[in-house]
């Protein structure tokens, strides 16, 4: 029997249900969760953790830096140091910006798409992919905080239309897609910005090739060519 992969959206979006039920429950009455707030940083810390992970380790400071100020809170807030005792350690950032930079001297940036799906997730940082197979089926792309680059050019086989659900919060999409393409733009922008940035042109193609879907706050997604 085949299983299909759970997409970073879903996780995603799981654990913010999951924070927002515990706050809920906490602000309604319904049961006192402040013991379990106290561990709320630890969540960030996760969050940068997974980052690093889900980029394959090619976005490397923004999750870092998360990941040590985070666990820095929670260290705070479960009494294990206080805040004057920490801030000795704040040299610890740059010795952090600088491992990052030198990682990424010696490894590219920009993530090869092996596979016809994609499933990217940015938090505190960046990331950028580009489609290398030719053919490509859609994906899901999470924007927390970050940005995602998507290059679809090298594309020439297209199961259309294909469809890319992105959710954007804080942080931008840009999907690069060649300029004869059809693009129909279906997200929902709250305080954000949908665009699809090519230059005014006749369509070439009358069936629509791609689908950006998904919901953008205080963020942008963007097409272009």
């Not at 998507?150 to 931008?172: A, M």
Request: charged share 15%; with cysteine; hydrophobic share 50%.
């Amino acid at each position: 029997m085949a299983y299909r992969r759970i997409s970073n959206q879903v996780v995603v979006g799981g654990a913010i249900v999951v924070v927002g039920l515990v706050l809920l429950a906490n602000t309604t009455g319904l049961y006192d969760t402040t013991g379990l707030l106290r561990y709320v940083p630890s969540l960030f810390v996760l969050a940068g953790v997974y980052a690093l992970a889900a980029s394959g380790f090619r976005n490397v400071g923004g999750p870092l830096v998360l990941i040590a100020v985070a666990g820095a809170w929670q260290a705070v807030a479960l009494d294990v140091v206080t805040g004057s005792q920490l801030v000795s350690f704040w040299p610890v950032l740059l010795v952090i910006l600088g491992l990052s930079m030198a990682l990424g001297r010696f490894r590219s940036s920009v993530e090869p798409i092996t596979g016809d799906r994609v499933d990217l997730v940015a938090v505190f940082g960046g990331r950028e992919a580009r489609a290398t197979t030719g053919r490509f089926a859609g994906g899901d792309i999470t924007a927390l905080f970050g940005g995602v680059d998507l290059d679809l050019r090298d594309v020439v086989e297209l199961d259309s239309p294909v469809r890319v659900n992105t959710t954007c919060l804080f942080g931008g999409v840009e999907v690069v897609v060649p300029r004869d393409w059809n693009v129909q733009l279906d997200v929902l922008p709250v305080l954000g910005g949908v665009e699809d940035e090519r230059p005014r042109q006749e369509p070439t193609h009358d069936s629509v090739d791609l689908v950006v879907s998904g919901f953008c706050a205080f963020g942008g997604v963007t097409v272009k060519d």
